[in-house]
């Protein structure tokens, strides 16, 4: 069988489909994705914050501390080796791991460090807020990050522990650039922002040789890298907007994956070359009630809900492969989750909850949604399982901005929404889910229990407080999960699922790592056999 080189392959994938032309197997060296990549705005890291941003910086770049593709779910050294955290002065001071070097061949610097800290801040592009919480900014970020005795020392300033300040800074714009190559590339004054969007700068397992937006990502190995060169010399993702056309390519072997297909696709796969694998997502799926509304105060509608929420059914039929069953508010599969899901559908035992509580039935409620699958067929299960109990929702379908617009401005009854952490930290959620400490029209705040109108308990404002002071890491997660507990009990928020996300393959890839976020995919554990 003839193979391409990977240049002549890199080139042939970028050419439109003839009718009926076959291209040759993929190179065993190389992995080939066809993949959606129009949402790309920028790659840098610095300004990067789009899924398939992400997904590039990850395999492009290297950070202090990071979630790795050995075990997305545990905090690893990355470019430290150890660090010291002393939550009494606020600082963590890290040691760097000697002989790495930036794909450029230049050394990693605790020097690399400090200018990629101080370049997300004094850029502050997009993703820079996730930085600016540690009470950096671009007067004081010169004193925040510096070196010492060829050590990297950060300072923080907030009230939260050196856990939660180590979450920060394994995420994305946490990325350290070569300071060297970055800056002899910068154009007035733009410390290099331009040319890292269409090349890349980190030590990373890969390197990015070519970007055309809206056509084709090609990246090679770095046979330098410090946990080993990746076995796919050559990884390219070609863009392909058309799920049946992701679905022929693979299908035909022209591509080793595909992360686009429809549920009915992914059905109709030829099981004799193509497997599927299934990965648990950040992001989770609830319907909340706006406690601006009278009818929907009373504690006991609450509970009633979450016995008339078709779990099973949904995630077994329509929701197969989209979505599991989760009632917690952070996701399966990081440190922290809280994973018991003790409802199901019991719309007698719903019933007796609404009679003893004295709530009159039938209840007219509007169930805002946004206008597309899944979400208007898990709006309409539920208001068939609803209405048994005498709750029925009036389906407002509208558009995502239409929705989370009304959904600001707290105007909803109830509203089915999902939710995904900026970071993977549970404080990221905790605030989301059960923290409100100023109910107020005029306070407002990005959170669900604010847009809902739910005034947290003071106890857990209190906890959620203390989890992200906490120290240590074991406490911390107990903190969170009895959290998790607390929102899941009593209040109007009904977390009802969690997403997956399915990704279709040649049955001879192996080691193909998609964690709960984009920014955990990675390609450098890959080998097709």
């Known amino acids: 069988m003839r193979l391409f080189t990977a240049a002549l392959l890199a080139t042939a994938l970028t050419l439109p489909l003839a009718g009926t032309a076959a291209f040759a197997a993929t190179p065993a060296d190389a992995l080939v994705v066809a993949q959606n990549i129009d949402d790309i705005v920028a790659i840098d890291p610095a300004q990067a914050y789009e899924f398939t941003s992400g997904e590039l910086n990850t395999n492009l770049y290297d950070r202090l501390v990071q979630y790795d593709a050995e075990d ?3 905090l690893a050294p990355g470019l430290a080796t150890e660090w010291v955290a002393d939550d009494a002065a606020k600082t963590i001071t890290f040691t760097l791991r000697d002989g790495v070097t930036f794909s450029s061949g230049n050394p990693v610097r605790p020097e690399d460090v400090v200018f990629s800290f101080s370049r997300v801040i004094k850029l502050n592009k997009t993703p820079a807020f996730i930085l600016t919480q540690l009470g950096w900014t671009p007067e004081n970020i010169a004193d925040m990050v510096t070196v010492a005795d060829g050590k990297v020392v950060v300072k923080y300033d907030g009230d939260f522990s050196s856990a939660f300040v180590l979450n920060v800074l394994a995420a994305r714009p946490a990325s350290v650039v070569d300071e060297v190559t970055v800056m002899a ?3 007035d004054g733009d410390m290099g922002n331009a040319w890292l969007n269409t090349n890349s700068a980190g030590s990373g397992p890969f390197v990015l040789a070519d970007y055309r937006p809206a056509e084709i990502i090609r990246l090679t190995a770095n046979a330098n890298y410090f946990k080993g060169a990746p076995a796919m010399k050559t990884v390219i993702i070609r863009h392909v907007a058309e799920a049946a ?12 994956i595909a992360k686009n297909l429809t549920p009915d696709q992914i059905g109709s796969l030829p099981a004799d070359s193509v497997k599927v694998e299934t990965f648990p997502q950040a992001a989770v799926h609830f319907l909340s009630f706006n406690q ?3 009818a929907l105060t009373p504690p006991a509608v609450w509970e009633a809900a979450r016995y008339l929420v078709d779990y099973d059914g949904m995630t077994k039929s329509f929701l197969a492969g989209q979505m599991e069953k989760h009632q917690a508010f952070w996701p399966k599969g990081f440190p922290g989750s809280y994973d018991e899901t003790p409802y199901s559908l019991d719309v007698e035992k719903a019933k007796q909850i609404l009679a003893d509580a004295g709530i009159k ?3 007219t409620v509007t169930l805002d949604v946004i206008n597309s699958t899944p979400f208007t067929d898990i709006a309409q299960s539920l208001q068939a399982s609803f209405a048994e109990a005498g709750i029925n929702f009036e389906i407002l379908p509208g558009t995502g901005a239409q ?11 109830a509203m089915l929404l999902y939710w995904g952490p900026d970071f993977m930290d549970p404080h990221s959620n905790a605030k989301a889910f059960a923290y409100n400490s100023n109910n107020a029209d005029d ?3 990005a959170t669900t229990t604010w847009r809902n109108a739910w005034a947290v308990p003071q106890e857990m404002n209190d906890e959620v407080t203390a989890a992200l002071a906490e120290p240590d890491q074991a406490k911390r997660n107990e903190l969170y999960v009895d ?4 929102v899941q009990e009593t209040s109007p928020i009904v977390i009802m699922f969690q997403a997956t996300y399915q990704v279709a393959m040649a049955n001879a890839v192996n080691g193909y790592v998609n964690g709960a976020t984009s920014d955990f995919v990675y390609y450098r554990l890959v080998t097709k056999q």
């Open 361 to 363: 039935t039938p209840i």
């Open 292 to 294: 601006k509304d009278e």
């Open 443 to 445: 306070a407002y705040a």
């Open 72 to 74: 997305t779910t545990v």
């Open 245 to 256: 056309t992701q679905q022929l390519l693979l299908t035909s072997g022209d591509v080793d």
């Open 483 to 486: 959290l998790q507990k607390q």
């Open 185 to 187: 590339n910068e154009v």
């Open 403 to 413: 929705v989370i617009t009304k959904y600001r401005e707290r105007t909803h009854q």
